[in-house]
């Protein structure tokens, strides 16, 4: 199975600052099928990103991805106080479909 | 809009089976959908159980395979799971979700429900 690391474990930043997450496989996923989850305490993961680069719908366009083959990022523009949670990116083009470990985004 | 709720006992016994049910309100669990379990242990990241086809096909994680069973009702609009022989190990926030396909992301998730593998 295709295992997925993501780097860094916690990332302190402060609201309007840049955000950079990232997700490396152990192998190549297939046709990039590459999702993004956001996870607040008590809540179950809600879809950000699907297919490496598309937002889902209602996403805010300050959310972005991008990669390909073993190495993918989201990107969160400018942060927002909501935005400081858990993210976690899952591969769907292999089975059996796997997710990382998780990033926290914690206010600075 | 999809919504989706999970509902089983808290609490199971090691070695016993554990029964969870998801509920789907708002579309049929007979189109043409894909339906799964994932579960995230206190603490701890997500791990795909296994997806169900409205046609009954099942798809499950290996590492699961030989305890797990999904199954799915489309004339309640629900899907079940049933893991076996559980233990300590097995206690985590269980979430049903759609997909797509089974080669697809979880689209919509339930709230989750927390089960607790403790005699």
């Known amino acids: 199975e295709i295992v997925l690391t993501q780097s860094p474990g916690t990332l302190s930043l402060s609201p309007g600052e840049r955000a950079t997450l990232s997700c490396r496989a152990s192998q190549s996923v297939s046709s990039n099928y590459l999702a993004w989850y956001q996870q607040k305490p008590g809540q179950a993961p809600r879809l950000l990103i699907y297919?490496?680069?598309s937002r889902a719908p209602g996403i805010p366009d300050r959310f972005s991805g991008s990669g390909s083959g073993t190495d993918f990022t989201l990107t969160i523009s400018r942060l927002e106080p909501e935005d400081f949670a858990v993210y976690y990116c899952?591969?769907?083009?292999?089975?059996?479909?796997?997710f990382g470990g998780g990033t926290k985004v914690e206010i600075k | 809009q999809v919504q989706l709720q999970e509902s089983g006992p808290g609490l199971v016994k090691p070695s016993e089976t554990l029964s969870l049910t998801c509920v789907v309100s708002g579309y049929s669990s007979s189109s043409a959908y894909y339906w799964g379990w994932i579960r995230q242990p206190p603490g701890k990241g997500l791990e795909w159980i296994g997806s169900i086809y409205h046609s009954g096909s099942t798809f499950y994680n290996p590492s699961l395979k030989s305890r797990v069973t999904i199954s799915i009702d489309t004339s309640k609009n629900q899907f079940s799971l049933k893991l076996s022989s559980v233990t300590a190990a097995d206690t985590a926030v269980y979430y049903c979700?759609?997909?797509?396909?089974?080669?697809?992301?979880?689209?919509?998730w339930g709230k989750g429900t927390t089960v607790t593998v403790s005699s």
């Open positions: 979700a759609s997909q797509r396909s089974i080669y697809s992301y979880m689209d919509v």
């Open positions: 899952q591969q769907y083009g292999n089975s059996p479909s796997t």
């Open positions: 297919g490496t680069s």
